[in-house]
T-cell receptor, first 115, second 112 residues
């Protein structure tokens, strides 16, 4: 399967714990995006990378959130001191180029439940 | 006001019906527009891009009205497999990031 992959697919954690998600984009895709989706809503942009550089972060990304893409390939999203409001589907997407019209391909997501 | 607004529905239609979804966006300078489809508990997938001249892909037709900041999707001869949530998506031109702004989504249920 050469699509975007995300791990784990599901994560249940207790409030206050730290969690880390991984995204492997489509090979050779330069851009990698993180979105968050809650029930009944469309995905909301969190942050994006062009190669290894994190170029934009949404105001939704509080200081408890950190994302990295150390070698310009896979990316991790860490949430520290999780809160119940962090419960959501975390989606990763990648695109080949840098044009706004480039198709973004989404991974299956990581569903986070904070108890 | 949300940047991209859609009627969440649900739209319940019989097989073979024609159904239309509408979407409005707030930023007049937006340049790229898309419709994504999302099946229950799955990731969004690009259905089609939307061009100023309008475009068609089989049973699906997308239209863009820049003056009214309005995007539409028409589905003809609905199939059971068309049941999904349809997300209206905009790439705002003020951003060179390619980040996408999604509407809430419109749910379509096609019934036999």
């Amino acid at each position: 399967d050469t699509g975007v992959s995300q791990n784990p697919r599901h994560k249940i954690t207790k409030r206050g714990q730290n969690v880390t998600f991984r995204c492997d984009p489509i090979s050779e895709h330069n851009r990698l995006y993180w979105y968050r989706q809650t029930l009944g809503q469309g995905p909301e942009f969190l942050t994006y990378f062009q190669n290894e550089a994190q170029l934009e972060k949404s105001r939704l990304l509080s200081d408890r959130f950190s994302a990295e893409r150390p070698k310009g390939s896979f990316s991790t999203l860490e949430i520290q001191r999780t809160e119940q409001g962090d419960s959501a589907m975390y989606l990763c997407a990648s695109s080949l180029g840098v044009q706004s019209t480039d198709t973004q391909y989404f991974g299956p997501g990581t569903r986070l439940t904070v108890l | 006001r949300k940047e991209v607004e859609q009627d969440p529905g649900p739209f319940n239609v019989p097989e073979g019906a024609t159904v239309a979804f509408n979407c409005t966006y707030s930023n007049s300078a937006s340049q790229s527009f898309f419709w994504y489809r999302q099946d229950c508990r799955k990731e969004p997938k690009l259905l089609m891009s939307v061009y100023s001249s309008g475009n068609e892909d089989g049973r699906f037709t997308a239209q863009l009205n820049r003056a009214s900041q309005y995007i539409s999707l028409l589905i003809r001869d609905s199939k059971l497999s068309d049941s999904a949530t349809y997300l209206c998506v905009v790439n705002p031109s003020w951003s060179n990031t390619g980040k996408l702004i999604f509407g809430q989504g419109t749910t379509l249920q096609v019934k036999p």
